[in-house]
């Protein structure tokens, strides 16, 4: 779905012969928005650059807000909600402004996640809003549950324990915990 709707971004603004697939963008996952349009729009200029991202965006959200299947892997409302019965949840993400008010719509998650940070937001990288959600929320004790290489390297930059969610888009380095399903965070 989210293939479709960024080449139809591309089709409409033009100036790449970049083609994305899910399989293309799965890859992508974790990176900055920035870091995203140089790798897939490697043969742009900046300015083309800038406006492919934000029509990919809107396209994007577009999509997902029309979207009426569940696109969550299995069990994650559940343990959200039985996670913030004990715990504060929190959402920090790579992604564009406005992602993850709308993923937490969609999926229904709102009310249990105390407060979010993103790229889009702040134009800082994963590490820098975590820190930044940490002082804001005076968190001092977090962990920090990815499936990226940039999202390990994140914990690294803000000092937080990584737990690797296996069954995600990566394959990091340097975890020492992981988890198969996000049920198992409930016996963490």
Known sequence: MVAQAWNKAISEVGGTAAVVSAAILKKEFGKTMKVI????FFDADEHTKERLMEKCCIYEHEALEA????????DVVETIRKLAQCYRVFIVSNCQAGYIELFMKKAGVEAYIQDW???GGTGKGKGENILLLMERNQITDAVYVGDTQGDYEATQIAEVPFIFAKYGFGQPEGYKQAISGIKELLDL
Do not use: K, M, R
């Not at 979207?67 to 299995?74: A, C, D, K, R």
């Open 117 to 119: 940070e993103c790229f």
């Open 67 to 74: 979207n009426t299947e569940n696109l969550l892997f299995p």
């Open 37 to 40: 349009a140089d790798n897939l």
